[in-house]
């Protein structure tokens, strides 16, 4: 870390190269960490935190000069004097780390192939509250209340799934409602219950509440919101995560 | 009608007029009462004695990240205290004593939060501590035991690009939570859901869909990502039955072009029927807003003669610099003033509500707009005292260049069209201060300048005095009618949080956060660059007057 840094100032003395990470350091809690993108000394707002990153000073100094395309990422180049580019490339040279967290390192999304996009948008749909992002997880998105649909057979028809595992939980003084289990132990049960459009994790004591198998729960009431054409779409999405896995 | 009653009804009424908006014996909710004065009917501790106010006690959460920027409720003698990472704390608001701590799990694979860890505090009621976390789930906690009751997800963090930051609100046998994401790629929303059992009781969304009215001012696919988060928490006005929210920024934040058309309900307050989540009535103060200029602070519902009659009105100071007085019955506008001295982004605010002279940023230009996206007032909520009939405000003077930027954006990712570059007004110099307004008339009684700014909230009490705290660590009071300084204590940490007061066994408390954070706190140490960084940490720090003091 110190080396790069040494690199970069290597025509400074000692003390101006302090003074160079200084004003870095303004130039960043002003132009980088607000309005909240990389956050307080880098340690991540809306944007990717910069403490421990590996990028060089050289990429530092491109990416902050010409930004990012469609990521977010301001070019700066036509902005701050060069001086201050430098500086602030000096400052977030300090931040850096010796773990690999480079932005080039992680590894690139599979991308999703245009029949299945339009599947994709729906399932997760964050206009209509999550569509079945709300009970399913997929490609790290959405909720795991529900079964996970990466290792689920192929179903053409997202109506009439056959339901297993839903019971019915009757919590004292209230009326019963559908649940997926998520945990019975002697300290505890928790259950979710299906029957909130967003739904709840409760907990409960052992004794507080009964469980039963069986419940009239139907996924269709889950689906509700989609038409069938609809449905079509996301189970071609489906069909590409199963064949991808 | 018999004695009882007529009794009754006089009590009735009487408690109706106390119920103003001020504080008793508790803090109940975020901003003191659903009326958000921030206000404390509690005058044993005043101007005289004051002097004498010594530390009671202080608890340290352990919790550093982001500073402890909660609004502690007090109920029944019990602090309930949430910190950064959403743990929550039961203290004995007499000793100190910890009744119980709750720490939020993470998964094990949270993502990486895009708008960072913090929490500005919970609500309570039938029994349960509310609590939003960084990954955008509402918890709610047993209030005797703190154990989990129940858990939602709000909507999936890594999709949104939103969280929930700002404390719940409580209201009638339902819990309101707000989200971030208005620098997103985002169509934002309030989420009502049933107190006892966190089954979803209805949601809002900010953003009109097809179909509906208001939807048509927002151009092709734009209503899908514009922005409108609802970070900050609501009031409540039981007898209108009307829920108030302000609503945030319309995204891309810098850049309207694509979005062409007022892009409701966004920098609006909107009024909703608590039991539906139906609209009642909304007012727009930034049509089309390209400054970052949310509408989400603080929502103070008074009654002020107006015109000659008294008027139930909210009043709602803004980023922009500018209170806006509405009739809180009809979303009628009446006058807005403005509360700080550099604002350029308008020329002014017509005599119908309406933005005169708006100064845009430009595509690829850096240009000069005053206030800053900091706003001439942040999140850190203002007090009215309705013994002075002031309001009194934290603000700053300071500037951005702005400079917009054409841009694609994916669903809940960033899309802020453009950059911001904080920096000071044409003075040369960046200033805070606390400022103290005639409520009714906007105008200014006095400030206090601060050494740097005033990034926490104010505390009035009828005990004549104005509580808050500074980046350098006092926490200090102030006569609320002259401004002049009668008391200050250096508790360590920056002061980046919201003080309170409560009472037990007749014996009154002021209860203060300490410890700074948060993402615009970050900026200190590049606006006040002679000045020393503020000291993080996060503890609370609460006071009384030593025995017989009175």
């Known amino acids: ?245 | 009608m018999p004695l009882v009653r007529v009794l009754a009804l006089v009590i009735l009424s009487k408690l109706l007029l106390a119920g103003d908006g001020a504080t008793q014996t508790d803090w109940p909710s975020y901003g003191g009462t659903y009326a958000a004065w921030r206000h404390s009917a509690l005058k044993q501790i005043n101007t005289g004695n004051v002097k004498n106010l010594l530390p009671a006690w202080a608890f340290q959460t352990g919790d550093y990240e982001n500073g402890l920027q909660s609004t502690p409720i007090a109920v029944d003698g019990v602090l309930y205290l949430s910190t950064s990472n959403s743990w929550a704390f039961a203290l004995d608001g007499a000793t100190g004593r910890m009744l119980w701590e709750y720490h939020y799990a993470f998964p094990a694979d949270s993502p990486a939060l895009a708008y960072g860890r913090q929490n500005r505090g919970v609500a309570v009621s039938h029994g349960l501590v509310f609590l939003g976390t960084p990954d955008n789930h509402l918890v709610a906690l047993n209030q005797k035991t703190g154990e989990e009751v129940w858990k939602v997800n709000i909507e999936d963090s890594r999709q949104c690009g939103c969280n929930t930051t700002g404390a719940p609100l409580a209201i009638k046998d339902i819990v309101v939570a707000g989200v971030t994401g208005g620098d997103s790629a985002h169509r934002g929303y309030l989420t009502a859901l049933d107190a006892k059992t966190g089954r979803l009781r209805w949601r809002f969304y900010t953003i009109p869909g097809p179909g509906e009215p208001g939807h048509d001012t927002w151009k092709g696919d734009t209503w899908k990502y514009g922005g409108g988060s609802t970070w900050m928490t609501g009031s409540f006005d039981p007898e209108l039955n009307l829920l108030y929210w302000g609503v945030g920024n319309a995204s891309s934040d810098l850049n309207g072009s694509k979005r062409k058309g007022d892009n409701l309900y966004t920098a609006s307050i909107v009024a909703l029927d608590p039991d539906t989540g139906k609209i009642k009535w909304h007012f727009q103060e930034v049509p089309n807003d390209v400054w970052d200029f949310d509408a989400t602070f603080e929502q103070i519902l008074v009654d002020l003669p107006i015109g000659g009659r008294t008027r139930k009105v909210m009043l709602h100071p803004t980023k922009g610099g500018y209170i806006w007085m509405l009739d809180r019955a009809t979303g009628e506008f009446l006058k807005a003033w403005p509360f700080a001295k550099n604002i350029n982004w308008v020329a002014g605010i017509t005599e119908t509500g309406k933005l005169a002279g708006r100064v845009e940023p430009e595509v690829g230009k850096r240009k000069l707009i005053c206030p800053s996206v900091v706003g001439a007032k942040n999140w850190n909520q203002g007090a009215y005292s309705p013994n002075t009939g002031m309001l009194y405000l934290p603000v700053q003077e300071m500037c951005n260049d702005l400079v917009a930027r054409e841009e694609n954006v994916a669903e809940g990712g960033p899309s802020t069209g453009g950059n911001w570059f904080i920096k000071p007004p044409a003075s040369g110099k960046a200033e805070g201060y606390i400022a103290a307004f005639d409520a009714a008339t906007g105008e200014r009684r006095w400030s206090v300048p601060a050494t740097t700014w005033i990034m926490a909230s104010i505390l009035s009490t009828d005990g004549g005095l104005v509580f808050t705290g500074d980046p350098e660590g006092n926490f200090f009071a102030l006569d609320a009618r002259s401004g002049a300084r009668l008391w200050s204590f250096q508790t360590g940490g920056g002061h980046r949080g919201s003080p309170i007061s409560y009472s037990i066994g007749g014996r009154q408390y002021i209860a203060t956060p300490t410890g700074w954070g948060s993402l615009v706190g970050a900026a200190h140490r590049g606006l006040f660059p002679d000045a020393p960084a503020p000291r993080q940490g996060s503890a609370l720090f609460v006071f009384k007057l030593p025995e017989g003091v009175r």
Not at chain 1, 136 to 146: C, D, I, M, Q, T
Not at chain 1, 151 to 172: F, K, N, Y
């Open chain 1, 1 to 245: 870390m110190m080396r790069a840094l040494l690199l970069l100032a290597a025509a400074l003395p000692l003390c101006a190269q302090d003074a160079l990470v200084a004003r870095g350091e303004k130039v960043f809690q002003t132009s980088c960490s607000v309005p909240y993108c990389h956050g307080p000394n880098g340690t991540a707002g809306r944007a990717p935190k910069l403490v421990g990153h590996s990028f060089t000073a050289r990429e530092l100094s491109n990416i902050v000069s010409d930004g990012i395309a469609n990521k977010g990422m301001p070019a700066f180049g036509a902005q701050l004097p060069a001086d201050d580019i430098r500086a602030v490339v000096g400052y977030i040279m300090t931040l850096r780390g010796s773990a690999p967290a480079s932005a080039s390192q992680t590894v690139a999304a599979r991308t999703v192939p245009e029949d299945a996009q339009s599947g994709k948008a729906l399932f997760f749909d964050a206009v209509r509250m999550g569509g079945c992002g709300r009970c399913h997880e997929l490609e790290k998105r959405g909720s795991r209340v529900a079964t996970d649909l990466k290792t689920a057979a192929a179903h053409t028809d997202l109506r009439s799934i056959e339901v297993h595992h839903v019971m019915t939980a009757q919590p004292a003084g209230e009326s019963a409602f559908p649940v997926l289990v998520a945990e019975q132990s002697q300290k505890r049960v928790r259950v979710f219950d299906l029957s909130s459009p967003l739904p709840v994790l409760r907990t409960f004591a052992p004794d507080a509440v009964k469980l039963t198998a069986g419940s009239a729960w139907e996924h269709r009431e889950a689906v509700s919101g989609y038409s069938d054409a609809e449905l079509q779409e996301i189970a071609k999405y489906l069909q590409w995560v199963a064949a991808a896995k």
